[in-house]
Nanobody
Framework: QVQLIESGGGLVQAGGSLRLSCAAS????????MVWFRQAPGKERELVAR????????YYADSVKGRFTVSRDNAKSTAYLQMNSLKPEDTAAYSC????????????WGQGTQVTVSS
């Protein structure tokens, strides 16, 4: 099991930027696909972005493509989500998760960090 701690959330005006961090401990960080989710009140959880263990492959939800960038630093066991051009509809609790490479199973979840975008 891997422990994950997110940070970097907060309140920002529309059009602003935030960078979320997800620090991991336990396990072999580079062996995990790192995934960012978000969930707004009354809505289903949404997969926002995903990055492979090497960092060479990434995926983005259409709703954030071109505005968000997922990255990772395996030496620091940390994944990042750079969020630019934020919109009020990006307001949600953002969580990171570690997925065993080649598996559908998640081996760790963070506690979440709130992002609020004001109009």
């Amino acid at each position: 099991q891997v422990q994950l701690i997110e940070s970097g959330g907060g309140l920002v005006q529309a059009g602003g930027s935030l960078r979320l961090s997800c620090a991991a401990s336990g396990g072999t960080f580079s062996a995990y696909v790192m995934v960012w989710f978000r969930q707004a009140p009354g809505k289903e959880r949404e997969l926002v972005a995903r990055i492979s263990g090497t960092g060479l492959r990434s995926y983005y939800a259409d709703s954030v493509k071109g505005r968000f960038t997922v990255s990772r630093d395996n030496a620091k066991s940390t994944a990042y989500l750079q969020m630019n051009s934020l919109k009020p509809e990006d307001t949600a609790a953002y969580s990171c998760a570690a997925q065993a490479s080649g598996s559908a199973n998640y081996v760790g979840w963070g506690q979440g960090t709130q992002v609020t975008v004001s109009s």
